[in-house]
């Protein structure tokens, strides 16, 4: 696991859990007026123009990761430990 990763509690709710899983991306923090993410590859076209509606946000930060860290991440952060125990 990527343990260098620090997640803000502030995106906890920002995009449905539904998203996640379907897009295999999770938000990490917003930086100024950018919403920060890991991902397993780079986002489309049509999942930017999607989030950009969920969201608001228009820039974005990606961070790569290897799938199997991103599953684990998800599981934490849908379930709610990750936000409750060191990783």
Do not use: H
Not at 7 to 31: C, G, W, Y
Not at 43 to 57: P, V, Y
């Amino acid at each position: 696991m990527a343990s260098s990763l620090s997640f803000s509690p502030n995106v906890r709710n920002i995009l449905p859990n539904e998203v996640l899983e379907r897009f295999r991306i999770l938000p990490l923090s917003i930086k100024k007026d950018k919403l920060c993410l890991i991902a397993r590859r780079p986002l489309s076209d049509q999942a930017l123009m999607e989030l950009k509606g969920l969201t608001g946000f228009e820039d974005y930060e990606l961070q790569l990761v290897g799938d199997d860290v991103l599953g684990e991440y998800i599981n934490r952060f849908i379930n709610g430990t990750l936000f409750n125990s060191e990783l």
